[in-house]
């Protein structure tokens, strides 16, 4: 294995391995975006036009990519972000990425929606991770588990924000996805050609929803389970509701799932710590703008009231270093992380962060500078990366003013009719 983990050297080849390893069910899970999947691919392809700039001749000794999220120092501005059903990725998928994460330093979220409870992540590492909340109509639930993520010492609460209602995945869909997987024929067949997975699979007892199973009133068993995990999602889900959760938390709130500069403005009114700029990993609203296209103008709208991170489309550490020239001062990634735990379990998710360290580390250097928190955007090529609409705005007015000067040979500003601009 330590020899595959060396050929292993971006996070396509952590990919491909999983893709072999992971029963189709569950890696169209992970891979999925809704309907046509274009903000999919678009959280991914609008990275590409961002260019950095390299120098040359600098001092590249002693680099740091230290930094601080929530005011606890990681060894990099990531954090591992919540995804629901990672065990059933890899047996016991959220204790082996949390260890992970702990080792490594940085943090880890756990998934109301996972498949471990908060109790055995916590029992199975030493570190504090943070919790993710999605809000149910059964506020008694709901509140239950704010309690038990205070009991386990959960340093963080994450409230996710876009997913009122489910975004609508085709692949779930045809492949009719269920947690534990149904015994259908094509099931059978396929976990057939997938040995390891269903031997570690067989080892373990945590097979559905930890965090429910045995804790929501009336659910008993796999069909119960899934009948009360459609109906519970809010749609009502208010910025009341923010402010009345985060009396409950009392502590450190992220809210996860801000596109609009609006919201994030709103977000910072109510008092959270953090914003993560998300579209759910292009699982909600197809069509909706790519999170790296959305960051300047939030960043913008709120300044330094709230930290602003991002989250959806981050596979390497030049997404990360991109992302922080234009302002975020966190990450989160989900799908890279899984296609390591896929691939290797808890080596592949320890890899898959070694990869994305290693790729922003040597960005950085070759962009001339030894201390992330040193760097800014003139690391970026100018006219190759999202201006917020304000900057493009002003852009327009500086190229006009020095059109019309061109022109006339005197500022626009000395002219009575200037405000025409």
């Not at 199975?124 to 943070?130: D, I, L, R, V």
Request: hydrophobic share 40%.
């Amino acid at each position: 294995m330590r020899q595959d983990l060396n050929q292993m050297t971006c996070i396509e080849d952590l990919r491909q391995v999983a893709k072999r390893k992971v029963p189709k069910m569950f890696f169209d899970y992970v891979e999925s975006g809704s309907w046509t999947e274009t903000t999919l691919r678009d959280n991914r392809n609008d990275f590409t036009p961002i260019k950095l700039r390299q120098k040359v001749l600098v001092n590249m000794e002693n680099r740091s990519l230290k930094s601080k999220l929530l005011g606890e120092e990681y060894t990099m501005p990531l954090a591992i972000a919540p995804t629901g059903l990672t065990g059933m990725v890899c047996a016991d998928g959220e204790i082996l990425v949390a260890r992970a994460a702990e080792k490594f330093g940085v943090p880890y979220t756990l998934s109301t929606m996972s498949i471990a409870s908060i109790e055995d992540v916590a029992n199975n590492t030493s570190s504090p991770f943070w919790f993710q909340l999605y809000v149910m109509r059964d506020r008694e639930f709901m509140a239950d588990l704010i309690q038990r993520a205070k009991k386990a010492n959960c340093s963080a609460l994450v409230l996710t924000a876009d997913l009122q209602i489910l975004g609508q995945r085709h692949r779930d869909i045809k492949n009719g996805l269920t947690a534990p997987i149904k015994p259908t024929l094509p099931n059978l067949l396929n976990l057939a050609i997938k040995p390891e997975w269903c031997m570690k699979m067989l080892n373990t007892d945590r097979r559905t929803f930890g965090n429910i199973m045995g804790h929501a009133k009336y659910v008993t068993d796999a069909s119960s389970l899934m009948k009360w995990t459609a109906q519970q999602f809010d749609q009502t889900l208010s910025w009341e509701d923010v402010a009345r959760i985060k009396d409950l938390w009392g502590g450190k709130l992220i809210l996860k799932g801000i596109l609009d500069p609006e919201d994030a403005q709103k977000a910072a009114q109510y008092g959270v710590d953090a914003v993560v700029v998300s579209n759910h990993g292009g699982r909600q609203l197809d069509g909706a703008l790519s999170s790296i296209q959305a960051l300047p103008d939030i960043v913008s709208a709120v300044g330094n009231k709230v930290q602003v991170w991002l989250d959806s489309g981050i596979r390497s550490g030049q997404d990360m270093l991109k992302a922080w020239a234009l302002g975020a001062r966190g990450m989160m990634t989900g799908r890279a992380f899984l296609y390591g735990l896929g691939a290797y379990g808890e080596d592949g998710v320890r890899r898959a962060l070694e990869i994305l360290y290693n790729e922003m580390d040597l960005s950085m250097a070759f962009t001339g500078h030894r201390n992330l928190q040193d760097v800014g955007r003139e690391i970026l090529i100018a006219d190759r990366f999202p201006l917020s609409q304000q900057e493009k705005k002003e852009s327009i007015n500086q190229q006009r003013r020095r059109i019309y000067e061109e022109l006339y040979g005197w500022p626009r500003a000395s002219l009575r009719f200037g405000t025409m601009w």
